[in-house]
């Protein structure tokens, strides 16, 4: 792997991966909600939102720089104000911070390793007169991440201690429970075989693919089967987060778990999951690995088609006449493709 594909990789693990000085940026964040983001709950300190806003402007400036731009402050000022502290003024700062690092991690895979000590930003010095590289650039970055990180961390313990003393009911700044799978989580993934995996590209990019291997390890933890995985299983390697959709096709309706994955190869976890998922379909997969995922968050997932029909019975039934047209259509399809073959 090529230098600057490793740095982008440390951007993307900064932000939202595994990094070795604690949670990532994203992982401090999650949770936040809007109300605890805008509370500055030390007079005179920033609140999350403007430390947010802040990384998210250092990070375009720091990308402008690698681009060739010489230094200085970023074009929407060194400590941009948060526009409101609505819940949607705060996805928006969210999601700006997480695509100013995508573009980040774009431009830095976009240079040559040779480029690396390269001076960037018209030539900057540093307090002792040593040029600034682009190494040093996208290094300090992450530091800078890494400092904020902690600062957010600290207000967010803050902001729990704060809602838990004054108001128990508002926990959303609290740090997430551990999930416990319960009897219709663990319904519906025994019923389903199959769902989709969402991992993220050390570029940032998206990738979902199907898997029909998910299946129930214990209380907390899911896992599936690598038999035909390379990209999930090369996204997992820079970066464990991954997210699972399970749905039930008929009721409309599943779970989302997002959680932090591991891979076992060659163990008693392997050699388990292999035994159960052979068993249960009666033939025998060649598994690369077994993908252990560690359950952060459990979210339900509900068609907004249940604004129109009563209960899950009543969808059930519409879906299951639904279900047997939509295949005899598709029978009809396929029928034709062996036809004109
Ligand atoms: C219905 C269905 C179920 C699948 N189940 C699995 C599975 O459990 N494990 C696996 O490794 N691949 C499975 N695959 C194959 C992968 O989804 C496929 O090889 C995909 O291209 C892998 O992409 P990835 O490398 O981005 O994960 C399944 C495919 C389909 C269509």
């Not at 700006?96 to 960037?120: M, S």
Request: hydrophobic share 45%; charged share 25%.
């Amino acid at each position: 792997m090529r230098e600057v594909e490793r740095l982008a990789r440390e951007v993307g693990s900064t932000l939202s991966g595994d990094p070795w000085h604690g949670p990532s940026v994203m992982a401090v964040l999650s949770g936040i909600d809007a109300a605890a983001a805008g509370r500055r709950a030390i007079p005179g300190a920033h609140t999350i939102a403007e430390l947010v806003l802040h990384m998210a402007a250092w990070t375009r400036e720091t990308t402008r720089r690698l681009r060739g731009g010489a230094a200085g402050a970023p074009a929407e000022g060194d400590w941009p104000a948060p526009r409101a502290a609505t819940a949607e003024a705060w996805r928006a700062a969210l999601a700006e911070l997480r695509l100013a690092h995508e573009e980040l991690a774009a431009e830095l895979v976009r240079h040559d390793d040779a480029d690396l000590d390269r001076p960037v930003a018209g030539g900057q010095r540093d307090a002792l007169g040593e040029i600034v590289t682009l190494r040093r650039t996208a290094a300090g970055l992450l530091q800078h991440d890494a400092y904020h990180a902690g600062q957010a961390a600290l207000l967010r313990k803050l902001a729990a201690g704060a809602a838990s003393s004054s108001a128990p009911s508002d926990t959303a700044a609290a740090p997430a429970a551990p999930v416990r799978l319960d009897d219709d989580m663990r319904a519906v993934i025994a019923a389903q075989r199959l769902g989709y995996a969402a991992t993220v590209t050390p570029e940032g990019r998206p990738n979902l693919s199907p898997k029909g291997t998910i299946r129930v390890l214990d209380d907390r933890r899911l896992f599936f089967c690598d038999i035909a995985s390379p990209n999930t299983r090369a996204n997992l390697a820079a970066n464990p987060w991954i997210e699972l959709n399970v749905v039930d096709p008929l009721s409309r309706r599943g779970w989302r778990f997002l959680g932090r994955a591991t891979l076992h190869a060659g163990d008693e976890v392997h050699r388990r999951a292999v035994e159960q998922i052979d068993g249960e379909e009666g033939v025998h997969y060649h598994v690369e690995a077994v993908v252990v995922i560690e359950l952060e968050r459990a979210l339900p997932l509900r068609s907004p088609g249940y604004d129109h029909v009563p209960d899950e019975a009543a969808m059930r039934a519409r879906w299951t006449g639904l279900r047997r047209r939509l295949d005899e259509e598709f029978e009809r399809h396929l029928a034709e493709r062996r036809g004109g073959r």
